[in-house]
T-cell receptor, first 115, second 114 residues
Framework: AQKITQTQPGMFVQEKEAVTLDCTYD???????LFWYKQPSSGEMIFLIY??????QNATEGRYSLNFQKARKSANLVISASQLGDSAMYFC????????????FGTGTRLTIIP | EAQVTQNPRYLITVTGKKLTVTCSQN?????MSWYRQDPGLGLRQIYY???????DKGDVPEGYKVSRKEKRNFPLILESPSPNQTSLYFC?????????????FGPGTRLLVL
């Protein structure tokens, strides 16, 4: 069965510092996609970044990058130069072929940026 | 603007009173899905649809119904709501059911069942 584990329930980071949010996953399917979503206090789910299981390079999108270590089954999100607007809940999710194409979510990490 | 819309955004109801949450997308996506979000549990899939007239159960389908008569619409029906269905509900869509396809979410519907 697919599983996503996020072990950091909450994090506090000083503004302008880089932050790494941890995510490990488990699947027996060789074909899968890993996604990160941001949920601000207003509640909507905002897609941030995607990494495919066959991608050779780590994904990057602006200040977001994904540290993909396939052998360790980890897909950590790195936010560079954090801003106050980055304060939110962050979810790691996975989609594979064996899970009826659904997104399997972790329990999330609440990130708070301190001025 | 490409988007997924949900209505209503907020709903307070009483046990047993049938309700429908609408979901519509304007991106011509084949795959649509409903999730519920509860504290400490992340998001869990309720139902999904691979295309028109094709729907199937997700991980937590009990107490819910769906239909997909048109490609753009995927309503969620609670025939007899109960307090344990109090939750934040999200509709999502993607171009197809492929593992590499990004699912885009609606703004969410906060439901309180008294």
């Amino acid at each position: 069965a697919q599983k996503i584990t996020q072990t950091q329930p909450g994090m506090f980071v000083q503004e302008k510092e880089a932050v790494t949010l941890d995510c490990t996953y488990d699947t027996s399917d060789p074909s899968y996609g890993l996604f990160w979503y941001k949920q601000p206090s207003s509640g909507e789910m905002i897609f941030l970044i995607y990494q495919g299981s066959y991608d050779q390079q780590n994904a990057t999108e602006g200040r977001y990058s994904l540290n993909f270590q396939k052998a360790r089954k980890s897909a950590n999100l790195v936010i560079s130069a954090s801003q106050l607007g980055d304060s939110a809940m962050y979810f790691c999710a996975m989609r594979d072929l064996f899970g009826n194409e659904k997104l399997t979510f972790g329990t999330g990490t609440r990130l708070t940026i301190i001025p | 603007e490409a988007q997924v819309t949900q209505n209503p955004r907020y709903l307070i109801t009483v046990t047993g009173k049938k309700l429908t949450v609408t979901c519509s997308q304007n991106m011509n996506h084949e795959y649509m899905s409903w999730y519920r979000q509860d504290p400490g549990l992340g998001l869990r899939q309720i139902y999904y649809s691979m295309n028109v007239e094709v729907t199937d159960k997700g991980d937590v389908p009990e107490g819910y119904k769906v239909s997909r008569k048109e490609k753009r619409n995927f309503p969620l029906i609670l025939e007899s709501p109960s307090p344990n269905q109090t939750s934040l509900y999200f509709c999502a869509s993607s171009l197809s059911g492929g593992y590499q396809e990004t699912q885009y979410f609606g703004p969410g519907t906060r439901l309180l069942v008294l």
